[in-house]
Every structure is written in C-alpha cells, then in structure tokens.
C-alpha cells in the first residue's frame, strides 16, 4: 500500500488540494467504519501526502457526524506521523480579524455527542494533552507562513479554540461566555481530531480560516452562511499555498514530537489480560507494545 508521513484534513472549502500530482483514490475500511470520503495519496512539492475531506468533497457531513475515528484509523493505516488540519472558525477576539489565520495552542471542549477516544473496551489509555497542538510542527506552519509575505494576512500565533457540537452557530449569550474566557476562535471539529491523534501518536496542528466575528460584535452582522462562504473562498486560495510551502518544508526536515511516542505510558491496561478483540481492534496503534 501507499504510504506518506503527511496527511492533510482539509475543512469547509478546502475540498481539494489543487497541486496535489501523481493522484491515487484509496478507499479504506477501519475497526471504526468509513472515513468521511476516499483518501487522496498523490505527491505536493515531490513529498507524498495523504488528502483528506473532512465533510466529504460534496460536505454531506455535519460535525457531529464525521466519522473522527475512522479518518484518523485511516491516516494511521497509510503511514502519516504528521497531520496539518485546515478549519473554518469564528472569531472571539476584536484583533482576530475575518481573514486573518491562526495557529492555536489550546483547546476548550464544548462537544457533547462524540467519542474522541480509541480506548474502552477493556483497555484503558489516557494520552497527555496539556500541549494539544505539536509545538514543533505549528513552528514549521508558521515559518511557511511567514516566508510566504501573503498580502493582507495576519497570522495569530496560539491562542485557544473552542470546540462547539454545532451545527447550529453560538447564540450571543454562549459568543460572550467564550470571550470571557479569553478563547481566540471558535469551530466544530478541530479538538475531537487532536485528541485522537494523539492517541494515534501522530503530531497535529491547527490552520485555522477566520471567517467571520461570530455573532458577539456590536458592529457586525450575526454570522451567515453566505458570509462564510464568501470570506472561505477568499482564505482557499492562501490555504493551499501555505500547506505547499508547509509540506515543502516538512519533506526537508521532518521534527521530532512528543505525540510519536504518547502512549508510551498512557496504557494502565496489562495487555497481556487485555480482551483478544480490543487488542485486535487497537493492533494498529498498540502494535509497538504489544
């Protein structure tokens, strides 16, 4: 099978990498089920990368019905250590502007319908996750970013995110509630995916696309789908010129993360009385200590 070290999970408007060459569909099956859609393996700057759409390529899939599990299962299965996710988010901050891009480094979890975890089922793991985001892999984003000199983009280097079930947007009073509590940017998708790539020991960051104020600002309409769609088209483009630049530089010097070795002591479960099925089901992730 076709292997790459990258993945890409692009999010609302980035349902396709334009450069991607030398494109191979792949469908997969995991213990987990289905991914959102066929993995796209091709190469991006003369690296291998694994392409992902996170709602599927016609965005059929509301947050909470995005199979997390499944897609991480399947990056695994391909070889990816290293996943850049690209998201559409609300701002919650007067300085983050529509337009301007963010690489957090925390999360606040709102979900409250989603399994963010492969563990269960007679084998207990829990991960680390004071530090979400892979501080090396972000430092790489960044330096792409900035090498790139985009006209008119301001890049925001860490601040938290907050992961909302959706799909419906923030009412005013839960905008506010955010804001007092210094989060920078709002999504639906970004901290189930992190935490289960952790536990897949795979680095994760975040690319995050402002689109919008929410519906907190005074001097701004409440959010629609159309502004989204306008200001998401506008953020495309920058998008896929930051992950080329970003692959680019990765396919150079690939950094050591914390994440490639998280569940090192993470298993409180003896594997050797552990149920032969879950050891079966997790063989992909445990095989290095089993």
């Known amino acids: 099978m076709v292997t790459a070290r990258i993945g890409i999970i692009g999010g609302s408007g980035l349902y396709k990498m334009e450069a ?17 859609d066929a993995l796209l393996v091709g190469k991006l700057e003369g690296e291998p990368v694994v392409f992902l759409a996170r709602h599927g390529r016609n965005h059929h899939l509301t947050p909470s019905e995005i199979p997390f599990r499944a897609n991480i299962h399947a990056f695994k299965q391909l070889g990816v250590e290293y996943i850049l996710s690209a998201s559409a988010v609300g701002s919650l901050a ?29 084998i207990v ?10 501080p090396n892999l972000a430092g ?24 909302m079930e959706g799909p419906a947007f923030s009412t005013k009073a ?26 897949a020991e795979i680095a994760y960051t975040t690319l995050a696309l402002v689109t919008d104020y929410d519906c907190w600002h005074p001097e701004h309409d409440h959010v629609t789908v159309e502004m ?18 970003t692959v680019r530089r990765l396919s150079e010097n690939f950094p050591p993360s914390d ?7 993470a298993i409180l479960t003896p594997l050797d009385r552990a149920p ?15």
């Open 20 to 36: 991607l060459q030398e494109v191979e569909k792949i469908i997969l099956n995991t213990p987990f089920g289905s991914p959102s």
């Open 140 to 163: 790489v984003v960044a330096d792409a970013i900035a090498s790139l000199n985009l006209p008119d983009v301001t890049l925001h280097r860490g601040g938290t995110y907050i992961c």
């Open 94 to 122: 007067e300085e983050v502007k529509p337009l301007d891009l963010v690489i957090p480094d925390q999360f606040i979890d709102r979900t409250q319908h989603r399994i963010a975890s492969f563990f269960g089922e007679g």
């Open 259 to 265: 994440a490639h070795s998280a569940l090192k002591y």
């Open 228 to 245: 989204v769609i306008a200001n998401l088209q506008q953020n495309a483009a920058n998008a896929q010129k930051i992950v080329r630049e």
């Open 125 to 134: 793991a829990h991960v680390g996750f004071g530090e979400p985001i892979c």
């Open 276 to 290: 032969a099925a879950t050891k079966e089901k997790l063989e992909l992730l445990l095989q290095k200590y089993l």
């Open 174 to 199: 839960e905008s506010n509630l955010y804001r007092s509590w210094g989060a920078s940017v709002i999504g639906m998708t970004n901290l189930t995916e992190a935490k289960l790539a952790r536990e």
